[in-house]
């Protein structure tokens, strides 16, 4: 795997980080080193975000993580040894200066984690407007804009992955899932229409259906985490996941992955 230079700025070396191209195609090369690789992990301060950024770091990456709750992203951050960046991805403005950060922090993204997304529930009689954006805002827009604005360093890179976690919700509705289902069948679309665009620049655009996992997900007044239950899905699973597609190496990629629990019956 080629040594890049030059890439860190700040407190970080420069040694061992490793160019997310393969420069050698006729080398024999099985897998991919994250060693030293800058992530970002949106909502990393809880639930599928903070599991992976968990794993990102054992992998020896440098991750960012961000969340709305400014305190408890640094806290997390803190737990993890990831960097904080207080992001609500539904602000044009602190997605701007998130890059802005990375950029002066790094100098290079390797791994965008678009992970942050909310619930919202509703039976098609009682949907309002208000409800549907707020989804929208988030799983949608928020998704988009985060992913548009980490092509700043992909496309100069030529290399770079986005991991989009869309759901299950994503390939099948269900009654009152209107909102929710929606807004990931529309990531879906996205993922889809970026992986045409962006793969002839090595930039790997892929989609993770995590089945249910409890986690604070669909708690938006509380935030409270909930515990893992003996049968169901754990955060670590869908981390695993995504580590698993990265770690291909870059001359393939995994256009979707659906994770179910085996037996939760
Ligand atoms: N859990 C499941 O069963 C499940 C299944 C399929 C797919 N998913 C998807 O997996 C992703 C993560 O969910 P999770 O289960 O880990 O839920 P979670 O524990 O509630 O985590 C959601 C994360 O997103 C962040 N977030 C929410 N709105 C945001 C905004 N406007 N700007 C920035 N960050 C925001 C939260 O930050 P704060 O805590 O700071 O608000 C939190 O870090 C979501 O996209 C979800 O749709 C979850």
Request: net charge positive; aromatic share 6%; proline share 4%.
């Amino acid at each position: 795997m080629k040594q890049c230079t030059n890439h860190h700025k700040g407190t970080h070396s420069n040694r061992n980080v490793h160019s997310l191209k393969n420069p050698n195609p006729q080398k024999k090369q099985s897998t991919l080193n994250l060693e030293n690789t800058i992530a970002l992990v949106t909502g990393g301060n809880s639930g599928l975000g903070k599991a992976t950024a968990q794993l990102l770091i054992e992998k020896g990456a440098k991750v960012v993580i961000t969340g709305r709750d400014e305190k408890k992203t640094a806290d997390v951050a803190g737990e993890l040894g990831a960097v904080p960046f207080h992001c609500d991805v539904t602000s044009d403005q602190d997605i701007q200066k998130m890059y802005d950060f990375i950029e002066e922090k790094f100098g290079r993204l390797d791994i965008l984690i678009n992970n942050a997304g909310i619930g919202g529930w509703s039976a098609l009689g009682e949907i309002t407007r208000e409800k549907m954006k707020e989804v929208y805002e988030v799983n949608v827009f928020g998704a988009t804009m985060v992913a548009s604005g980490a092509l700043r360093f992909f496309l100069k890179q030529k290399s770079g992955n986005i991991i989009n976690i869309a759901s299950t919700a994503s390939l099948k509705g269900y009654p009152q899932g209107s909102i929710y289902a929606s807004s990931k069948f529309a990531l879906r679309g996205l993922t889809q229409c970026w992986q045409a665009e962006l793969r002839r620049d090595n930039i790997r655009v892929i989609q993770i259906n995590p089945s249910e996992v409890p986690t604070a997900f669909g708690d938006e007044e509380n935030r409270k985490e909930r515990p893992i239950e003996d049968k169901k899905l754990t955060p670590h699973e869908i981390a695993h996941t995504i580590i698993c597609t990265l770690e291909m190496d870059n001359r393939g990629y995994i256009p979707e992955v659906t994770v179910h629990a085996t037996n939760p019956f």
